[in-house]
């Protein structure tokens, strides 16, 4: 299937490595021109270079912070004046702490609003002048499946993304007649830094990985490859009737039926 990415302009944040680095190696594998964005900029631009490397196609390191309102409006600022048009915008970023609700103060609820909710709107904010010139645009948002279940500990993420969530809605609502589709991609327990950080420290990392597999019906973690593939559906012209929504990527994990 030719999703129509070809020449297409795409903003990956948080993209070193993880998720965001998959989606972006994704959409540059399937044409697109990629910018990618996140703090370590040794390690941007090594991936960029990889990517390159692969796909053949280009692929820009801009090093941000997402947490850091200038700096995103920095990065915009240039993506767009890399490549003359921004179409598809990759919401993402670290994830919070883990940690009961009773351990979190002020400062650390701040840092994860500013993190993993503002980010997505200053960015979202930003690009839109340029999706609404060409008449269409992809604004896709790496959330949490803790926005469907309960996950323990992870208070300030599933705050935040649901935050997120509500954000989505209303964007594709407002921006639904300027042809720009707003959707969240929600990961169950893919495997990343992300997850083998958060692993138990008593345990063995094997065991502990197989603990976790027992509740999710594929029996397995996924891969970022996985979630990358949703990501770069959404981003293409086969997509473009789908807005508003919330897709999981668990290998079934999520039990509720709505
Ligand atoms: N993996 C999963 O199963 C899973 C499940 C649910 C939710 N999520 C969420 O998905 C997101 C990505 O997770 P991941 O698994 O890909 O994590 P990861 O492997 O740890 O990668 C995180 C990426 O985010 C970048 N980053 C962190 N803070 C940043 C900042 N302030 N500004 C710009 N870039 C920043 C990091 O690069 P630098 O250090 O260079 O900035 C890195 O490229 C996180 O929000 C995570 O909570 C993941």
């Given at each position: 299937m030719d999703l129509k990415l070809t020449n297409k302009v795409a903003i990956v944040l948080a993209a070193s490595k993880g998720l965001g680095k998959a989606v972006a190696l994704a959409l540059s594998a399937e044409g697109a021109k990629v910018i990618i964005g996140s703090r370590d900029e040794v390690e941007l631009s090594k991936t960029a270079k990889a990517i390159q490397k692969i796909t053949g196609n280009e692929v820009i390191a801009l090093p941000v912070d997402v947490s850091n309102g200038d700096e995103i409006t920095n990065f915009i600022e240039e993506a767009a004046d890399t490549f003359g048009r921004i179409d598809i915008l990759l919401n993402n970023a670290g994830g919070p702490p883990f940690n009961k609700f009773e351990n979190f103060d002020d400062v650390a609820w701040q840092k994860a609003f500013e993190l993993n909710l503002l980010s997505f709107a200053r960015t979202s904010r930003l690009v839109l002048p340029y999706m609404q010139k060409t008449g269409s645009g992809r604004i896709i948002n790496i959330i949490s499946g803790s926005v469907k279940s309960v996950l323990a500990s992870s208070v300030l993420s599933t705050s935040m993304r649901m935050g997120v969530v509500g954000m989505a809605k209303l964007m594709a609502d407002e921006f639904g007649p300027y042809n720009i589709t707003v959707n969240n991609v929600a990961p169950g327990l893919i495997l990343t830094d992300r997850i083998k950080h958060t692993l138990p420290k008593d345990m063995d990392p094997e065991e502990a990985i197989k603990e976790k597999t027992k509740s999710i019906p594929l029996g397995r973690l996924g891969k970022p490859e996985e979630l990358a593939a949703l990501v770069t559906f959404l981003a293409s012209?086969?997509?473009?009737?789908?807005?508003?929504t919330t897709i999981q990527v668990d290998g079934g994990a999520n039990r509720s039926i709505f």
């Open positions: 012209a086969q997509a473009s009737y789908i807005s508003g």
